[in-house]
């Protein structure tokens, strides 16, 4: 049986070139280094989460964590594996406890805290300084007001509504901002169907009335945004009748579950290592 030469010297060829394809397409996935996400937060409680894309055969593991900007103690944490792509990349989690409360309050020199970055030691022996956002650690000491909260809702298309109900006519006086720079330009957000910057405050709601807040993560304008991790506090000011001041919290967050969630390519390009 006779072969054509250059027919077997050209499916080589391809075969070879392929092969060099495969290796060069796989070696422009693989993570040398973990990489952190950009954190958001605003929190009152003494435990959140840090996310940070992995190497899907990745034995490394973090073996020690600091915030510089809260001394140099060691911080509690565990670490998990929340989800893989099933090829390239793992999404894992620390879940971070900071400090611990004493008598139920936030200790005075954790109190209005940011946190911007962390140095995490890994298992294979490296340290790496690492940018991780701004995470605001507040008192945890919040006053209720006369509002209940009704039901809270959230979809995948980074959306979600809270309703809330009153016992007593009461006022909205207006919304606590201060953590609402974290995000404004990326959410957006509704009081029964007005966007904020159209809402006048106050809103005088009559008893058993209900109210509606809902939000929406916009990333239109700047896609590598979505990259990060939001968690934050909208507070909502009250004041009743008897000019008893209160606030209720709406917690709003958007976090990535999976390696899919995330622009790698984005993510590579801004690493945040020092």
Known sequence: MKFNKKLIYSLLTLLLLCWIGNIIYYKNHIIDNPIFLKHYYSVNSNNFLLYYLDDIN??????????????TESIPFSESDLNTDN???SLKTLSVTPFYYINGTVPNRYKNKVITKANITFSNGKT?????????????????????????????DNSGDFSFTTDKDIYIT?????????????IEISIDGKPLSKVKFPIMLRAKYQIDISYNFNF??????????????LELLTKDLNGNNGIT????????NMPDDLNIDVLKNEKGSD
Not at 174 to 186: A, E, F, R
């Open 249 to 256: 919290p709406c917690y709003i967050e958007m976090q990535p």
């Open 128 to 156: 790496q300084t690492i940018k991780i956002g701004q995470i605001k650690l507040l008192d945890n000491n919040l006053k209720t007001s006369s509002l209940n909260q009704g039901g809270v809702s959230c979809s995948s």
């Open 174 to 186: 207006g919304i606590n901002t201060k953590s609402y720079y974290l995000v404004k330009d990326v």
């Open 58 to 71: 990745s034995q490394n593991k973090v073996t020690n964590l600091e915030f510089p900007e809260l001394g």
């Open 87 to 89: 090829r390239y990349y």
């Open 220 to 233: 239109s304008k700047n896609p590598s945004v979505k990259n990060n991790v939001y968690l934050f506090n």
